[in-house]
């Protein structure tokens, strides 16, 4: 039984917000999991362009000082995305992070785009998968003493909600590694709901996208399943093959996170933030509404056993299993049950209220 430890939210008062976030550094006892002189990877999703449910920097200002007590090297981190945004590069996502308030002269630490300019720099490493023998990891994060994995929990097109796991999977693997844990989705385009808009064509980073007697025409070859145009569309005119994609994909990233961590016991704490929760990810580049009432921060040393407990409140809090409700295609137990299967962690938890 995995311990997850549990700081209920009043208020969204910043200071409120920074004190629960340091009574878990306290309760937990992260700074066990730090050592002088070593690298600290803390990982953050630094929000796209226009989001405001991303972690705010102020949240954790106090932690990372408290980190940097203890004589360990943090440095705030995150990876170039798959898709056409203000994250594509490192330049352009250290000027997005710096736009949200991650600056080192309001933090403290600095920033590290962890695959690269280009998003190149990684490494294969080896683990035992149903669909991976290795996966490739950035090599800032890979070759960091201790991680520290900060994650917002929101709903997802594609895997139905994404939060420690996710946050792992995708955020710590460069563009390619990210394309692989994408490549079994299939976009598909209906066509007496296509307005022919060319958003899509907009963000779809292969050019794979064409208007074609009056309708978008995706080009299957050049695709990668990274779902922008699904995510783009405002008419619900593009959907994905539900074939066990959504499977796929969520087993996928349960591989992917299980070799972000694989060189690290006993070195990795994951701290979840259930505040304004949304129905699509920190990757969408507009202000979404909250689905549920803000809940609290959990804290915990299994990725699995924190995404079990904060999906539990929140289903708690809604009365209802939102997620499923809001994607009933995407069945998120999917990457619980492999993630468990494969040993990243276990569903079973003891939840501790402080």
Known sequence: MKKVWFAPLKTMNTDEVAAKVMALYEKAEIKKILAKDEYTAVKIHFGEKNNTGHIRP???????????????????TDTNTLYRG???????????????????????????????????????????????????IANDILHSHSLVVLSHLTGHILSGFGAAIKNLAMGCAPRSGKQMQHADIRPQVTVEKCRACGLCIKWCPKDAIVIYDGA????????????????????????????????????????????????????????????????????????????????????????????????????????EDILKRIWPNNDYNAQLAHAEKIGLGSRKYELIEI
């Open 58 to 76: 102020d949240w954790i200002k106090p932690l990372l000082k408290a980190f940097k007590e203890t004589g360990t090297k943090p440095f705030l």
């Open 86 to 136: 203000q994250r594509q590069n490192s330049i352009d996502h250290l000027l997005q992070a710096y736009e949200h308030g991650f600056s080192i002269e309001n933090l403290g630490v600095p920033i590290i785009i962890a695959d690269g300019l280009l998003s190149k720099n990684y490494s294969e490493v080896p683990i035992k998968g149903q669909h991976f023998q290795t996966v490739k």
């Open 216 to 319: 978008a025409k995706i080009d299957t070859e050049k695709c990668y399943g990274c779902g922008e145009c699904i995510a783009s569309c405002r008419h619900q005119a593009i959907k994905h093959s539900y074939a066990d994609s959504s499977v796929n994909l969520q087993e996928k990233m349960a591989e992917y996170a299980l070799g972000a961590i694989q060189d690290k016991e006993g070195k990795v704490c994951y701290i979840n933030f259930l505040t304004h929760i949304t129905k699509e990810c920190d990757c969408v580049n507009k202000a979404q509404d909250k689905i549920s009432e803000d809940i609290g921060i959990l804290a915990s040393y299994d990725p699995v056993a924190i995404d079990q407990a904060s999906l539990d409140l929140l289903q708690d809090k809604t009365q």
